[in-house]
């Protein structure tokens, strides 16, 4: 079985590279964001009072 020559390793590499970029770019747009609603009530904090 003869091996693969050193231009093809370098076509597959950049292949597999392209095509990583390419899912992890698509993932990036397709994912909706999030809407926040701004009016929702503030947060409620807890006052203590220490008394040492």
């Excluded at 390793?9 to 993932?27: D, G, P």
Aim: charged share 10%.
């Amino acid at each position: 079985m003869p091996q693969m020559a050193p231009l093809l390793w370098l076509n597959l590499y950049m292949f597999f590279t392209t095509m990583l970029a390419l899912i992890i770019i698509s993932s990036y747009f397709i994912k909706t964001p999030v809407k926040i609603d701004s009016h929702s009530d503030p947060i409620k904090t807890n006052q203590a009072n220490w008394k040492w």
